[in-house]
């Protein structure tokens, strides 16, 4: 059994024997979880045709987090002892069809909803004003109508058989796995990764002589060059022997969007040197990552190292960029 030890004692990992409980935990902390920038909207209503098969999802995400892009997520909430297939596949296939066969009850049930919440409705006009919409109306219409049907699956353990059905489904499935432990007291604790989290740019500030992470909000429809860090050995062997870089962890929702890989060399070297234009980005085997392909040979860039005491730390994870602001960079605080 999995375990997390802490100052405060010993957590070990739950199993949800119930959806309903699990979803409670998830609305709990949809603030923790998606940020001020996302609205979360619980709602259990049926959508589909009177003559067709119609189904209800368990929550809608609306993304404001672009200035430019608003995106929209139907929610399915699932505990992974249930069939991945039969209970997730399929159900994301039938919102899929919902999605494009009753788009005007779906977008009646977003304006019911939002206008339910105070501040979900100030929170919408304002982006609708902002972002050029004649009205709220107008601005769901285009998360419904105008946009591509995505997905997101909240689920207490991501495995191998759910990746290798949402990868053939034919739209993003964005996946959050969301855990919980728990203390011989009682006490709980959760662990997630936030939505979207490495598309934020990541700080490091000094704070009482202690480096301190702070995420500073980007559009993410700016963002066409992924980041990766390399060690010496795979980057000469695989980025620039094979011309591609397989097993990232990539946002199915980022893949359309993005046009070139940079690398960042690991220590001792700790500086972005190369960039390669992308073919393609597909699945990495039944994993929940991806193989990036080259559409030609890496080139080589001036280096981009840190600066002292710059804000921008050592890459351990992928970061998002504009490659034409990583063109025009001397260092990584210029990159990102």
Known sequence: MSQLVTPYGTFNLIQYDAEQEFERAIVAHVHDIFGERRIYLDCKRRIGTRDGRQSVPDAYLIDVSSPREPQLYVVENEISSHDP???????????????????????????????????????????????????????????????????????????????????????????????????????????????????????????????????????????????????????????????????????????????????????????????????????WQNTGKMVINFSEPAREITSLKRTKNGRVGPLYGLRYSNFEKLKKATSLDEAF
């Open 85 to 283: 297939l039969k209970h997730i596949g399929i159900q994301l296939l039938q919102f899929s069809v919902s999605f494009a066969q009753a788009g005007r009850t779906i977008k009646q049930i977003l304006f019911d909803e939002v206008c339910a919440e105070p501040s979900a409705k100030a929170r919408c006009e304002k982006y609708a004003q902002e972002g050029g919409f004649r009205n709220l109306d107008h601005f769901l219409d285009s998360l419904v109508l105008d946009k591509e049907f995505r997905a997101l699956v909240i689920i207490d353990e991501e495995t191998d058989d759910l990746h290798a059905v949402t990868k053939n489904l034919g739209f993003p499935v964005e996946i959050i796995e969301f855990s919980t432990y728990i203390s011989n007291k009682g006490e709980r604790i959760h662990r997630f990764d936030p939505f979207l989290a490495d598309v934020e740019t990541v700080d490091v500030e000094v704070a009482n002589d202690a480096p301190v992470q702070k995420r500073i909000p980007r559009d993410p429809s700016d963002l066409d060059t992924v980041v990766v860090p390399a060690h010496e050995d795979g980057f000469k062997r695989v980025f620039l022997g094979e011309n591609r870089w397989w097993a990232v962890r990539i946002h199915p929702s980022m893949a359309k969007q993005l046009k070139y890989v940079a690398a960042y060399i690991t220590a001792p070297t700790s500086a972005i040197t190369h960039y390669a234009p992308i073919r393609s980005i597909e699945p």
